[in-house]
């Protein structure tokens, strides 16, 4: 399962009423249903978030069908393989449309909705990519990655006076479509267990961990957290370079 759906799955179970967007409405449906199996309120809204009038429109979509916007998750990315001396110049462009300029447009609507009405909570996805580099050869998504704590932290303190709060969640290591759709059936067992080893707590994350930190973040008990990078990474950013780390078997 991927971030999206399970943060929608988690945020209708607390009783909020989710617009659930997506390029792909089949990826949409399959969470609509859960989420209305267990008599939640979402619907779905078909939007590339790329493009400024899908982001505009989502927006008022979500006024108009619910009667305002209190939260707004950024979850949506897209990788490219690759350093450099690799990257090829339109997919780069891609993947800072897709990553990050996604995020400013829909803030850029939501924002000014949100202040309107007293305030709202902006989460954005960032990666554990964003502070460690090297481990893969993803310069493109990495960059999107660092891009998007600046535009965290520099939103928190724009919009802090509208009590529009604006957090990052750091994911470390998941198992999720993104994830498993680059692995061949042969190494997939052997890159799990790699990634779920590169973490002091050894335990695979998926979506759920994620969408756990989100609801809080999107909560009022998160009432005064603002401007913050939230790792939920079973401790990897805390760790010190693999090689060193021979003592948590
Ligand atoms: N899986 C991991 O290990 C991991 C690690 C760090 C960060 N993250 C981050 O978590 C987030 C979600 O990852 P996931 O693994 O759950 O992904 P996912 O592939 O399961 O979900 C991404 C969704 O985004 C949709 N989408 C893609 N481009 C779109 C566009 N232009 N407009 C609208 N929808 C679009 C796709 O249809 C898909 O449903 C991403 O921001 C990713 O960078 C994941």
Not at 51 to 78: Q, S, W
Request: charge should be negative.
């Amino acid at each position: 399962m991927g971030t999206g759906k399970a943060t929608s799955i988690v945020f209708a179970r607390e009783g909020a009423k989710v617009l659930l967007v997506d390029r792909d409405p089949a990826a949409a449906q399959e969470t609509l249903e859960v989420i209305e199996g267990a008599r939640g309120v979402a619907s779905i809204f078909e939007a590339d978030v790329s493009k400024i009038g899908d982001c505009e429109a989502l927006v008022e979509a979500a006024v108009e069908r619910y009667g305002g916007l209190d939260i707004l998750f950024n979850n949506v990315a897209i990788i490219s393989l690759g350093s450099v001396v690799d990257a090829d110049e339109e997919e780069w462009d891609r993947i800072m449309q897709v990553n990050v300029k996604s995020m400013m447009l829909t803030s850029k609507f939501a924002v000014p909705r949100m202040a309107g009405a007293g305030g709202g909570s902006i989460i954005n996805v960032s990666s554990v990519e964003a502070f460690r580099g090297g481990a893969n050869q993803l310069i493109a998504y990495s960059v999107s990655k660092g891009a998007i704590v600046t535009l965290t932290t520099s939103m928190a303190v724009q919009h802090g006076r509208e009590n529009v709060r604006v957090n990052g969640i750091v994911p470390g290591y998941l198992y999720t479509p993104l994830i498993s759709g680059f692995l061949s059936d042969e190494d997939r067992e052997e890159i799990r267990d790699r990634r779920r080893n590169s973490a002091p707590l050894g335990v695979e994350g998926n979506a759920w961990d994620i969408a756990w930190a989100a609801a809080f973040l999107a909560s009022d008990e998160a009432r005064w957290i603002t401007g913050v990078m939230l790792p939920v990474d079973a401790g990897l950013l805390a760790t010190m370079p693999p090689a060193m780390l021979q003592y948590l078997k």
